[in-house]
C-alpha cells in the first residue's frame, strides 16, 4: 500500500508559478506511473501529466503543454509538478496517484492510490 502526500500549492496571482511535490511512502521506481490530476468545484477530475519513475518518460494533457513540467527524484520517492504561466481557471485541487504503467493514464479511475491533495488557487 503506497501512501501520497501532496504540497506546494497556494495561493498565487495569473501568470505566476507553482512547483507542487508528490511524496510517497514507499519506493517508486519501474513500472509505476504517478499521475497528476486536478479537481475545480462543481468539474469532473481531469489529467494534467504523468511520468513513469522508471524511465521518465513524461506525458501531458494537450491543453497544458508547454505551462507544464512533470519530474521525478527516485531516491526521495518525490514526483514534481512545476506549472507556470498559471490562469485563474487553473484552480482546482490538484492530487497525484499511481498505478501500474501509465498506458491510459488519462482515466484517472484506473490509479490505485491518491494523495489527499493540494489547493491551488489562482487570483
Known amino acids: 500500500h503506497v501512501q501520497l502526500v501532496e504540497s506546494g500549492g497556494g495561493l498565487v496571482q495569473p501568470g505566476g508559478s507553482l512547483k507542487l511535490s508528490c511524496v510517497a511512502s514507499?519506493?517508486?521506481?519501474?513500472?509505476?506511473?504517478v499521475g497528476w490530476f486536478r479537481q475545480a468545484p462543481g468539474k469532473e477530475r481531469e489529467e494534467v501529466a504523468a511520468?513513469?519513475?522508471?524511465?521518465?518518460?513524461?506525458y501531458y494533457a494537450e491543453s497544458l503543454k508547454g505551462r507544464v513540467t512533470v519530474s521525478r527524484d527516485n531516491a526521495q520517492n518525490t514526483v514534481y509538478l512545476q506549472m507556470s504561466s498559471l490562469e485563474s481557471e487553473d484552480t482546482a485541487m490538484y492530487y497525484c496517484?499511481?498505478?501500474?504503467?501509465?498506458?491510459?493514464?488519462?482515466?484517472?479511475?484506473?490509479?490505485?492510490?491518491w494523495g489527499q491533495g493540494t489547493q491551488v488557487t489562482v487570483s
Open positions: 511520468i513513469n519513475a522508471g524511465t521518465g518518460n513524461t
Open positions: 514507499g519506493h517508486i521506481g519501474a513500472g509505476i506511473c
Open positions: 496517484a499511481t498505478k501500474r504503467g501509465c498506458s491510459s493514464w488519462k482515466t484517472y479511475q484506473l490509479f490505485d492510490y
